[in-house]
């Protein structure tokens, strides 16, 4: 079974740093992109950031670009996502996702399946 | 910001079809397909339908979805109880180069 299970959130100030990170179990790691989607409260789904299956690709959505760095480490089956300069407006549940594909953008496989059960955020003075 | 725009809520009775539009550009679902998540209240989102039209394994055929231009839908026959949720339709940005998700649906069964 496929399982992915968040970590590291926790309360945090304004300009403070955070890393989460994602075990991944059920399948193999480095074959498939990985994600970060985000959802502050009462808010829809903002994708944030994907990395391809060798790590050797990098994206990011604009509102964390220069700020937040998305990583993996195959050996471990672990993601990444090192927050820094964070904003008030970073508070949310991060969530991790599995891509089907090892490329996050093939159509082949850029959807979303599984989704972890969600690490909360919170960034306040 | 949302990128691509879905109707706020929707509603029906039991046994109702309900549809959800999914509006975009020539960017996002214009030339990328268009996968569809569910939310049940408190949960993390699931997986509903993938490449446009396609089910998972598990999710009902009582899920459908379909495509034309740079527009998405979603449609559930024989709605249920068990429907109630948020729905969010997504596709991969070509100009952004990234996902975009659409506003979000809250569907209410009455």
């Known amino acids: 079974e496929v399982q992915l299970l968040e970590s590291g959130g926790g309360l945090v100030q304004p300009g403070g740093s955070l890393r989460l990170s994602c075990a991944a179990s059920?399948?193999?790691?480095?074959?498939?992109?990985m994600s970060w989607v985000r959802q502050a409260p009462g808010k829809g789904l903002e994708w944030v950031s994907a990395?391809?299956?060798?790590?050797?690709?990098?994206y990011y959505a604009d509102s964390v670009k220069g700020r937040f760095t998305i990583s993996r480490d195959n050996s471990k089956n672990t993601l990444y996502l090192q927050m820094n300069s964070l904003r008030a407006e970073d508070t949310a549940v991060y969530y991790c996702?599995?891509?089907?594909?090892?490329?996050?953008?093939?159509?082949?496989?850029?959807?979303?399946?599984?989704w972890g059960q969600g690490t909360l955020v919170t960034v306040s003075s | 910001q949302s990128v691509l725009t879905q109707p706020p809520s929707a509603s029906g009775t039991p046994g109702q079809r309900v549809t959800i539009s999914c509006s975009g550009s020539?960017?996002?679902?214009?030339?990328?397909?268009v996968n569809w998540y569910q939310q049940l209240p408190g949960t993390a989102p699931k997986l509903l339908i993938y490449?446009?039209?396609q089910r998972p394994s598990g999710v009902p055929d009582r899920f459908s979805g379909s495509k034309s231009g740079t527009s998405a839908s979603l449609a559930i026959s024989g709605l249920q109880s068990e429907d109630e949720a948020d729905y969010y339709c997504?596709?991969?940005?070509?100009?952004?180069?990234?996902?975009?998700f659409g506003t979000g649906t809250k569907v209410t069964v009455l």
């Open positions: 996702a599995k891509s089907e594909a090892a490329i996050p953008y093939y159509s082949s496989g850029n959807w979303f399946d599984p």
């Open positions: 059920g399948f193999t790691f480095s074959s498939y992109a």
């Open positions: 990395i391809s299956g060798s790590g050797g690709s990098t």
């Open positions: 020539s960017s996002n679902i214009g030339s990328n397909t």
């Open positions: 490449s446009n039209n």
């Open positions: 997504a596709a991969w940005d070509d100009s952004l180069n990234g996902q975009v």
